[in-house]
Antibody, heavy 122, light 105 residues
């Protein structure tokens, strides 16, 4: 069973870089054909997909609205996915989730979620 | 990028009611729409995948339909545990989520 655990600072100052790590167990960043993603949710609001890493070819894709500030990378040695979001403002305050597709193909749903980590920009 | 417009944003209902939530995509996305339920403080939980397929373990009162640009989640007879927020998601091109529908008393 794939398990995801987000970690990182819960408080980031404005204009600094938010850095989060997702530790993966029960799955691997080097096996299968999967999309490992970051998704965020401001309090009381909807879900926003930030971007993803694709295991098959190591490529990354980003939401157009965050593409200029977000960087997703995969550390295959430690089996961790990371997110860096630069020049943060209060609008970046949210619960950040690590997630993976269910594994039934390119168009499949999200099958696995981390518990989420609240990051406050203040 | 593909936008998902979900409606209504909130719904006041009673136990036993039939509930319908809609999602409209900004372009045709075949049947690559999935529906999730989210309870406060928890990650979303998959209910319906590929427009109309019930995720194993999800009660049969949940159903989904639609193709192209218009999609619907239906709860045939609302139960107390169904008071939650529901999201649609497209996976046709990258991922995008609807803004959510809060189902409340």
């Amino acid at each position: 069973q794939v398990q995801l655990q987000e970690s990182g600072p819960g408080l980031v100052k404005p204009l600094q870089t938010l850095s989060l790590t997702c530790t993966i167990s029960g799955g691997s960043l080097t096996s299968g054909s999967h999309y490992w993603s970051w998704i965020r949710q401001p309090a009381g609001k909807g879900l926003e997909w930030i971007g993803r890493f694709y295991t098959t070819d190591g490529t990354t894709n980003y939401s157009p609205s965050l593409k200029s500030r977000a960087t997703i990378s995969a550390d295959t040695a430690t089996n961790q996915l990371s997110l860096k979001l630069s020049s943060v403002t209060a609008a970046d305050t949210a619960v950040y989730y690590c997630a993976r597709d269910r594994g039934d193909g390119h168009y499949g749903p999200v099958g696995y979620w981390g518990q989420g980590i609240l990051v406050t920009v203040s | 990028d593909i936008q998902m417009t979900q409606s209504p944003s909130s719904l006041s209902v009673s136990v036993g009611d039939r509930v319908t939530i809609s999602c409209r995509a900004s372009q045709s996305i075949s049947t690559y729409v999935h529906w999730y339920q989210q309870r406060p403080g928890k990650a979303p939980n998959l209910l319906i995948y590929a427009s109309s397929n019930l995720q194993p373990g999800v009660p049969s009162r949940f159903s989904g339909s639609g193709s192209g640009t218009d999609f619907t989640l239906t709860i045939s007879s609302l139960q107390p545990e169904d008071f939650a927020t529901y999201f649609c998601q497209q996976s046709y091109s990258m991922w995008t989520f609807g803004q959510g529908t809060k189902v409340e008393v």
